[in-house]
């Protein structure tokens, strides 16, 4: 999360139900003192609840701007899988442009711009896959998992004592410096450029298991990404493998398989596709040659 948002990427959470989704974007937010703003995404909600809509002030006779909960820094986007796409799509521009439009009127949003969109990958009643256009906009898709034993009996003790939300320590951090700094002092060779290009073509040239492979876009948060990932473990060069420890993450929710390979190689008792992708995207990173 840290990575996307020094990226000027987006996230999504996927888990089950009360895995602390919601919990950790709302931390996340705290800990770097930025407005958090919620969406709750339901069937019955309209754009205009997303974006905000004018309103008549009888007072001044005249329409003013009511701004909705996407002017925010931190903007989490609730079980954005039950939104209707029409909803949905409200945030396309918000994530691409960092910019709404309502009523022909364009509207800046604030900087830091981050969204955390979370879905539970097993309920499919009532919910609207998102789009390929809307998934690609998000630089990450990260699976959390149940927690271990002893995680789990250290949130009973948190819980027991109280003090779940409250032992947040604030990190004083100037995102627009650090982005500019790690935009411009981590170098990237032009073999790692390479490097980058030949890994996300190859999901576009293998049809017989992939459908729709990764866009440029996805090749561009893998070049942001890598560079954020070699500052944040104090280098100003990217390597190989900041290429490849990100590619999982980047690519899970982009990669449209086909059916009959998902088919032939999905293991029935799992809900998930997950080892499937992995398992391809080793097959990826290992075909491409890294540089030396």
Do not use: C, W
């Given at each position: ?47 205009a ?6 309103v ?16 925010g820094?931190v903007?989490?986007a ?12 409200a ?41 390929e ?35 947040i ?24 450029k ?22 440029p ?8 990404a ?10 100003d ?22 059916p ?23 097959e ?9």
């Amino acid at each position: 999360m840290t990575i996307a948002l020094l990226s000027d990427g987006h996230v999504i959470l996927e888990g089950v139900p009360g895995i602390a989704k919601t919990l950790l974007a709302k931390s996340f937010a705290e800990s770097l003192e930025l407005e958090f703003k919620r969406i709750q995404l339901t069937p019955d909600m309209l754009p205009a609840d997303i974006t905000g809509t004018f309103v008549y002030n009888v007072k001044e006779q005249d329409f003013f701007f009511r701004k909705g909960p996407v002017f925010g820094n931190v903007i989490l986007a609730d079980e954005i899988n039950r939104g209707i796409p029409k909803t949905q799509s409200a945030l396309l521009e918000a994530m691409q442009e960092y910019q709404v439009t309502v009523e022909g009127k364009t509207h800046e949003l604030k900087k830091p711009f981050f969204v955390i969109a979370t879905q539970n990958p097993i309920e499919m009643q009532g919910t609207y896959p998102l789009p390929e256009a809307q998934l690609d906009r998000f630089m990450f898709r990260i699976t959390m998992e149940l927690p271990s034993k002893k995680d789990e009996i250290n949130i009973i003790n948190k819980f027991s004592t109280g003090d779940i939300f409250i032992n947040i320590n604030s990190i004083n951090l100037d995102l627009k410096k650090t982005n500019n700094e790690i935009l411009h002092n981590v170098k990237i060779s032009n073999e790692i450029k390479e490097y980058i290009v030949e890994l996300l073509a190859a999901t576009r040239n293998d049809s017989e298991k992939i459908l729709l492979g990764a866009s440029p876009r996805a090749t561009v948060h893998l070049f942001q990404a890598s560079k954020t990932l070699a500052a944040i473990n104090g280098r100003d060069y990217v390597i190989p493998d900041d290429v490849k420890s990100l590619l999982f993450p980047l690519l899970n929710h982009r990669l449209l398989l086909n059916p009959d390979y998902l088919i032939k190689n999905t293991d029935p008792s799992r809900p998930y596709n997950y080892d499937v992708v992995k398992k391809l995207i080793s097959e990826i990173s290992t075909a491409a040659s890294p540089p030396r």
